[in-house]
């Protein structure tokens, strides 16, 4: 066997998950649109069209992985993670446009009395797609699952939602095919249309709220309440390192969590000193959250523990009150 092992399908890199999914999109925008225009039937064309927009979001998502993966450089500090939210923006665009397309064609469809042949062939080629999407589904989302990158797990949400249209397309042509064994023509170019609706709504709501968390990546907004509640309990169990804990900030480019941490240290501590408070902080957060990068911004404290020529630091009487605990009684 050669080290390709299959090709892109045993290859263990963000790009070749984002291949996986252009190859797979390939095979089903082509067998789609051609069987769905060669038999009439909306569904099923919808599905190749939403299928065909899905090889332009594989090459957008390549693209994306290719420049988000790289480290951060003197141009771009915080790294190359938004190319992915940019990229799920304009997967999201185009589904839009899908969406018109398709609301108009189901009218239209209607309206001229058109009505779908072969259904045999038609509800045997949407259960094997229904196989291979499933497939395709399962290696997606445990590559997401590894890798943990937004555009990744973007593309095995769209997989897993991709099951569950070739799922209602297989249903739309059963109900049709039964219809029109009974000759009812009209309720079998509805069901086709309805199920041609349900897919176009399936798959605009995956762009849909990824394009909400892609915007609010880009805008900078704050990390969900669950990340910070985390990050706090971190700087709770630490509290007593610090003369005070002054505020949060925290955003997120890509996969990576920017994590900064403003607290006021004694005046007199030197970097050597205060640098273990920071680690422990840094390696408390990457605990919970393994792709946080932590920063400890450290002001010193404005003197004013210091009444009567005596220093009332909090830090050091805690450290003073841990140093007598922990020496041994004097005899």
């Known amino acids: ?6 090709g892109i399908f045993r290859q263990s890199t963000p790009q070749s998950t984002a291949i996986l999914s252009l190859v797979a999109c390939v095979v089903l925008a082509a067998s789609g649109i051609i069987l769905g225009l060669s038999q009439d039937s909306l569904a099923v064309r919808t599905n190749g069209i939403i299928a065909a927009i ?14 988000s993966i790289r480290s951060p450089d003197y141009i771009f500090n915080y790294g190359y993670g938004k190319y992915e939210s940019l990229a799920l923006l304009l997967s999201a665009t185009l589904l839009l446009i899908t969406s018109g397309f398709t609301i108009r064609q189901s009218w239209v469809d209607y309206s001229h009395g058109v009505v779908t042949h072969n259904y045999p062939a038609l509800s045997v080629y949407s259960a094997l797609s229904l196989v291979f999407v499933n497939f395709i589904a399962r290696i997606q989302s445990r590559r997401a699952k590894r890798y943990d990158m937004p555009m990744l797990n973007y593309d095995a949400d769209v997989w897993r939602t991709d099951t569950l249209m070739e799922a ?24 086709d249309a309805l199920s041609a609706l349900a897919v176009l709504a399936l798959a605009l709501r995956v762009p849909l709220q990824h394009g909400r968390d892609a915007i609010n990546q880009l805008l900078d907004r704050t990390l969900p309440d ?16 610090f003369c005070e804990f002054k505020a ?6 890509g996969k990576d969590m920017f994590v900064e941490i403003d607290v006021v240290m004694p005046f007199d501590y030197s970097f050597e000193q205060a640098y273990p408070v920071e680690k422990a902080m ?8 393994a792709n946080a990068i932590t920063r400890i911004y450290a002001t ?4 004013d523990c210091i ?12 450290l003073e009150r841990e140093a007598a605990l922990s020496s041994p009684p004097s005899a």
């Open 1 to 6: 066997m050669s080290r390709w092992q299959f």
């Open 54 to 67: 899905d090889i332009l979001n594989s090459i957008v998502l390549v693209a994306a992985i290719n420049r």
């Open 168 to 191: 209602f397309v297989l249903a739309g042509l059963l109900c049709g095919w039964f219809f029109f064994h009974l000759h009812h023509t009209a309720i079998a170019r509805i069901c």
């Open 226 to 241: 669950e990340v910070q509640f985390d990050i706090l309990a971190v700087v709770s169990e630490n509290i007593s390192s």
């Open 248 to 253: 949060v900030h925290t955003r997120q480019s």
């Open 282 to 289: 840094q390696e408390a957060i990457r605990t919970k959250h």
């Open 300 to 303: 010193p404290c404005p003197r």
């Open 307 to 318: 009444r009567d020529g005596k220093c009332y630091c909090p830090v050091k009487l805690q």
